[in-house]
């Protein structure tokens, strides 16, 4: 089994960072890829961004285009979701995921594996 942990999220006031991590434990794969997506109280869920496990194909939403940045430290199973000058419209769940097989798809469906969730609210 996978299992998947987020955490680092918060409260912060606009124009503020966080960093999320995503803790990966379990069974481990050779090939794989990384997501991260968000939903707001009555919204669907929708990507953020992508990583494959090379660290070296990324995917960046454009509404976070320029302000976030997701990285991965496979000696630690671990993704990260940096995000710098936040804004209220970024409050939300984020969850992270996991999908088998190389390609970096922002699509939820094609995730295999995901966590728990953990908050992110921007107070304006």
């Known amino acids: 089994q996978v299992r998947l942990v987020e955490s680092g999220g918060g409260l912060v006031q606009a124009g503020g960072s966080l960093r999320l991590s995503c803790a990966v434990s379990?069974?481990?794969?050779?090939?794989?890829?990384m997501g991260w997506f968000r939903q707001a109280p009555g919204k669907e869920r929708d990507v953020v961004a992508a990583i494959s496990w090379s660290g070296l194909t990324t995917y960046i939403a454009d509404s976070v285009k320029g302000r976030f940045t997701i990285s991965i430290d496979n000696a630690k199973n671990t993704v990260y979701l940096q995000m710098n000058s936040l804004k209220p419209e970024d409050t939300a769940v984020y969850y992270c995921?996991?999908?088998?097989?190389?390609?970096?798809?922002?699509?939820?469906?094609?995730?295999?594996?995901w966590g728990q969730g953990t908050q992110v609210t921007v107070s304006s």
């Open positions: 995921a996991l999908r088998r097989g190389p390609e970096v798809v922002a699509v939820g469906p094609a995730y295999d594996y």
């Open positions: 379990g069974r481990t794969f050779s090939r794989y890829a």
